[in-house]
């Protein structure tokens, strides 16, 4: 990744995180506004180990901690298209 993509990368996390509540929960009403994937996308990848480091449980709710959350989109995240080279 080019160092104009990290910087674009970080600025999108940061504009995803200023709208992420501290614990993100699976039955969050507004994941599919601010996310861009279902809930059952990181359940299923939780289960095979690969979705975020850290999960909370409240009573059968599971949840992740922001920054956790932002971990794991940090890992998802890529660009494509045109270089202009």
């Given amino acids: 990744m080019t ?10 996390l940061k504009i ?7 614990i993100v929960f699976r ?3 507004k994941w599919r506004e601010v996310l861009p994937f279902s ?6 990848e939780d289960c095979l180990g690969l979705g975020p480091k850290e999960k909370v449980f409240v009573g059968k709710y599971c949840g992740y901690p ?6 794991y989109l940090r890992k ?3 660009f494509q298209g045109h ?3």
Avoid: C, F, H
Wanted: glycine content about 2%; charged content about 35%; proline content about 8%.
């Fill in 3 to 12: 160092p104009e993509e990290m910087k674009k990368r970080e600025e999108y």
């Fill in 16 to 22: 995803i995180a200023d709208q992420l509540p501290p």
């Fill in 27 to 29: 039955n969050w009403s």
């Fill in 39 to 44: 809930s059952r996308t990181v359940a299923n």
């Fill in 66 to 71: 922001k920054d956790s959350m932002i971990d």
């Fill in 76 to 78: 998802k995240i890529s």
């Fill in 83 to 85: 270089s202009g080279r």
